[in-house]
Every structure is written in structure tokens, then in C-alpha cells.
């Protein structure tokens, strides 16, 4: 089992509309949680980060359970300059950029 | 935030030929990291740079066919040696910021080809 799961994707979808990502992390002890945005042939960047209680940055919403070892990404309202591909990124258990996992990323495809 | 630079950006080498990679980050950083992106796949963390100590590898990357240099706190390079096509890959150098939570930041990216 890999030790972070994304949904294989791809996903395509008409702008405006409302989707979501999923990730499953295999380490109870992993401490801290991110989403990255990565464009086609650029390096990738911090989108948000996921906190226990679930935070909000405008469209996007994450949520962390982890009693499930699981995270998630809402996208609402999308725009074609949502299209990308999201990584899930999961810290061990001391936090350390050393024990960064990434997933293998959702790829994302908002259509006009 | 940090900014990042590495070159060359791109490059198609030979097999058998190293290729060193550089890395310059605008501000002083204790850590600086190396990653690996194959192809459709996700990011790999081959070894982490220590000003004035040997770099940490992790799992499957040696020494020998990544060596690394650290000469200074705003620098690094990545020599990926005695290529191979299983070596045509993207790396990207990164440094995490101070304080929490702690972002990541990439360089732009290697575009490796062997051939």
C-alpha cells in the first residue's frame, strides 16, 4: 500500500461546477497535511494547508479526518485557471520536511 | 517566501555522462533538499544538503551516483552520474520555510533526457 493515495483522476468538468479530491495516508502518527498545486510543466506550490477543525481560503475548502487517515479538497465554482494537477502531502510523525510524502497528484481539467 | 533558481533548466546528455545541476536560493537556509519527478509520478526526495556536513540520503539514492555539494548557505549542486534513460527525470532543489506551518518551496525544475 503506497503511503499516501489520491484519487487516480483524470477529472474533467464544466467550469462553474464543484469538485472534490480525496487522500488516504497510511501513517497514524503523520502530524501535519497539505494540498499542492502543480502546472503542467512547473514546479509545485502550496495551496493550502489542512488543519484537524477543516479551514476555508475561498473556493477551496480541505478537511482532515484522522480517525480515517483521510483528507480532502473541495473545489467550488471552478475556473479553467483551476486546471492543474493537485498533489496530497503528508508530514511523519516529527513534522520534518525530510518526511514529506507526496501523493502521485489528481490531475484536474476545468472546461469551458 | 523563498525564490529559487536552478540551472540549466533542461538538458539531453548521453549515457554514460554526469550532468551537475545547480541551485541558488535568495536567502540563507539551513536545509536544502533534492527531488526526484519521474514521469507521471509524484515527487521522490533523493537526499537532503547540510552546510558543512555530509548529505543525508534516503532509500535507493547513494552517494556515489548523486553526489552533492553544500558549499554555503545560499547554494547547492545535484550531480546525477553515469546516466542512464532510467535517470531522464525532472529535479527540483526546495527549501521549507521558518516558523509553521512549514511551506515548501521548489525551484523551477531540470528537465532531464538521456538518450
Known amino acids: 500500500r503506497k503511503e499516501v493515495e489520491q484519487d487516480p483522476g483524470p477529472f474533467n468538468v464544466p467550469e462553474g461546477a464543484t469538485v472534490a479530491f480525496n487522500c488516504t495516508y497510511s501513517n497514524s502518527a503523520s502530524q501535519s497535511f497539505f494540498w499542492y498545486r502543480q502546472d503542467c510543466r512547473k514546479e509545485p506550490k502550496l495551496l493550502m494547508s489542512?488543519?484537524?477543525s477543516g479551514n476555508e481560503d475561498g473556493r477551496f475548502t480541505a478537511q482532515l479526518n484522522r480517525a480515517s487517515q483521510y483528507i480532502s479538497l473541495l473545489i467550488r465554482d471552478s475556473k479553467l485557471s483551476d486546471s492543474a494537477t493537485y498533489l496530497c502531502v503528508v508530514t511523519g510523525s516529527s513534522g520534518s520536511a525530510r518526511q514529506l510524502t507526496f501523493g502521485s497528484g489528481t490531475q484536474l481539467t476545468v472546461l469551458p | 517566501s523563498a525564490v529559487i533558481s536552478q540551472k540549466p533548466s533542461r538538458d539531453i546528455c548521453q549515457r554514460g555522462t554526469s550532468l551537475t545541476i545547480q541551485c541558488q536560493v535568495d536567502s540563507q537556509v539551513t536545509m536544502m533538499f533534492w527531488y526526484r519527478q519521474q514521469p507521471g509520478q509524484s515527487l521522490t526526495l533523493i537526499a537532503t544538503?547540510?552546510?558543512?556536513?555530509?548529505?543525508?540520503?534516503e532509500s535507493g539514492f547513494v552517494i556515489d551516483k548523486f553526489p552533492i555539494s553544500r558549499p554555503n548557505l545560499t547554494f547547492s549542486t545535484l550531480t546525477v552520474s553515469n546516466m542512464s534513460p532510467e535517470d531522464s527525470s525532472i529535479y527540483l532543489c526546495?527549501?521549507?520555510?521558518?516558523?509553521?506551518?512549514?511551506?515548501?518551496?521548489f525551484g523551477p525544475g531540470t528537465r532531464l533526457t538521456v538518450t
Open positions: 544538503a547540510n552546510q558543512g556536513s555530509e548529505a543525508t540520503y
Open positions: 489542512v488543519y484537524s
Open positions: 526546495s527549501v521549507n520555510s521558518v516558523g509553521s506551518p512549514r511551506e515548501q518551496y
